[in-house]
């Protein structure tokens, strides 16, 4: 795995890949900062034309011109549990949101709530799928890894708040 820390006017946003598919995605903030840390990785020489197209589209992003990250991309783990959260929050719309309770419904266990808030904290590859999309049955916003005052810019972003 490459490592690439990408500078934004929005936040420092580290970048591993495998050479063709991102395979994480972590703020410079939160939680990420130790998930980060417990990944093996070689930290790239030089910025790949895979990883300029990941900036330029983050950028994008960041300013309200991209709604959709266009990013080959992979899990590297993950419980068939997990995979199934997961796959729910790659089909959250833009500018949407769902709640944990929403999501264990859909997973067909009600009551598997605070399993899924583990899981979606577990997600390595933030923005691409929208764990930021996911929130309290109250409304508010609880828990991210990136921390929540990311949450909440990136909720800003796409209008949602």
Same mark, same amino acid.
């Given at each position: 795995m490459w490592h690439n820390l990408v500078e934004t #006017?929005?936040?420092? @946003?580290?970048?591993? !890949? #495998?050479?063709e598919c991102l395979v994480g995605l972590f703020f410079n903030s939160g939680k990420h900062k130790t998930m980060l840390s417990n990944i093996k990785y070689d930290v790239a020489q030089? +910025?790949?034309?895979?990883? +300029? #197209?990941?900036?330029?589209?983050?950028?994008e992003y960041f300013v309200g011109r991209r709604n959709k990250l266009e990013v080959p991309y &992979?899990?590297?783990?993950? !419980?068939?549990?997990?995979?199934k959260v997961?796959? @729910?929050?790659?089909n959250i719309p833009y500018g949407s949101t769902k709640t944990y309770k929403q999501i264990s419904e859909e997973i067909g266990n009600? &009551?598997?709530? +605070?399993?899924?808030?583990?899981?979606?904290?577990k997600n390595a590859l933030s923005i691409i799928v929208p764990c930021?999309?996911?929130i309290g049955l109250d409304g508010k916003l609880h828990g991210y890894a990136g921390g929540?005052?990311? &949450?909440?810019r990136l909720l800003e972003?796409?209008?949602v708040l």
């Open positions: #006017d929005f936040a420092q @946003i580290h970048l591993l !890949t #495998d050479g030089g +910025r790949s034309e895979f990883v +300029r #197209d990941v900036s330029c589209q983050l950028q &992979k899990f590297l783990s993950g !419980t068939e549990f997990q995979r997961w796959c @729910i929050l790659e009600p &009551k598997a709530v +605070r399993a899924v808030a583990n899981a979606v904290g930021h999309r996911v929540v005052s990311m &949450k909440e972003v796409e209008g």
